[in-house]
């Protein structure tokens, strides 16, 4: 079994998914934040969204990190590395939940996530694929450096793709 790897920042503790994360998950997917996420989800539904990403590590390698706060212990939400079934090509992607925005916790995360995929798995590029109305998210992606790269459909509604700058043009 593949165990993610443990990524550190100045505030942050990227880990493993553990069974106490779930209830901050399934509680976010009841939210209409969700909404920009894949719609709301009940328990079940989240459920297997959770551990899907947990066995995402084992299909491809890599996968979802649980954020956790370092000065408080707390689960603050997910970054990772994602690449499923339809999707166009390996993602960056991050998910706060409630009073965890605004501090750029997001960014410090997916910055971690990103080198993680440029200087330990040698990915020569990466994508953000973000609803249209997901704001905070392409504004996330803009101060990533990120660039509007087209539009994909993996599945009932179209999402706008964000290309990350290549490790080169962030050396």
Known sequence: MIEP???????????ANRLEDFEAYAA???????????????????????????????????GFWAIEEKATGRYAGQVGL?????????????LLMEGF???????EAAIAARAHAYGTLGWPTAVS???????RSIAL??????RHDGVCQPGDMPLQI?????PQELA
């Open 101 to 107: 925005e605004g501090r750029g916790l997001a960014m």
């Open 28 to 62: 976010f997917y009841q939210t209409d934040r969700a909404t920009l996420r894949g719609g709301q989800r009940g328990r079940l539904e989240a459920w297997r969204a959770f551990c899907a990403e947990i066995g995402h590590w084992q299909m491809r390698g890599y």
């Open 162 to 166: 964000y290309r990350h700058p290549s």
């Open 5 to 15: 790897p443990v990524l550190e920042t100045e505030r942050l503790i990227l880990r």
């Open 129 to 135: 694929i973000i609803h249209e109305q997901n704001h």
């Open 82 to 94: 994602y690449h499923p079934e339809g999707w166009p090509e390996e993602e960056i992607g991050w």
């Open 141 to 146: 992606a803009l101060r990533m450096g990120c």
